[in-house]
């Protein structure tokens, strides 16, 4: 990471939470990971994911989605553009397609799910694609914070070198809603 990228994403951090929808807070032994979502239309929202790994390095997500609400149902489809700086291959940027998807259980639960593909074509760098997928259980102790287990995995593909699995992991973490 360049000497100039740390102030960056401090200032991409403190961008959103003026306006932030909720702010998202995941960690286990190795892998801290930290995002916002804010609404930026009545059906789209847009977020800033960063997640650090002591063994692999760090990755900067800027999403944009659509999203759609029906019953206990949410859905968000959209776009993640992605910056890898890897510890332990080269670096390398990507646009994925994707959304999350969440359903209310009930008595204060739910259960969430993420997942996101980036084909070669909108992979850049050494980069020839990758892919992701999240889910949680969530219990939301009151209507501003929620807590969760989930389990992640996350896989970088390279042309010329060894493919990468940046994460795949359990997790704990909180969500707080603004």
Same mark, same amino acid.
């Given at each position: 990471?360049? =000497? ?7 200032? /991409? ?16 032994? $190795?892998?801290? %990971?930290?995002?916002?979502? /804010? ?6 929202? %847009? ?17 944009? =989605?659509?999203?759609?609400? %029906?019953?206990?149902? =949410? ?28 359903? $209310? ?8 799910? %993420? ?40 896989? *970088? ?9 940046? $994460? ?9 809603? *603004?």
């Amino acid at each position: 990471m360049t =000497h100039f990228t740390k102030p960056l994403l401090l200032l /991409a951090f403190m961008a959103l939470p003026a306006t932030a929808a909720e702010f998202n807070l995941g960690l286990n032994d $190795d892998v801290v %990971a930290a995002e916002l979502i /804010a609404p930026i239309a009545k059906n789209a929202n %847009a977020g800033i994911n960063y997640i650090y790994g002591d063994d692999e390095g760090y990755l900067l997500q800027a999403t944009t =989605h659509v999203t759609h609400d %029906a019953g206990v149902h =949410h859905m968000e489809f959209g776009l993640q553009y992605s910056q890898l700086w890897s510890l332990t291959s080269p670096d390398g940027n990507m646009l994925a397609i994707g959304g999350r998807y969440a359903v $209310d259980l009930g008595s204060k639960l739910s259960w969430h799910a %993420a997942g996101y593909y980036t084909p070669s074509v909108l992979a850049f760098g050494k980069l020839d694609g990758h892919y992701e997928a999240d889910t949680k259980v969530q219990y939301d102790l009151t209507p501003q914070l929620g807590f969760y287990v989930g389990y992640r995995y996350m896989r *970088f593909k390279y042309e010329r070198v060894a493919d990468n699995t940046f $994460d795949s992991s359990f997790y704990l973490g909180m969500k707080v809603r *603004f």
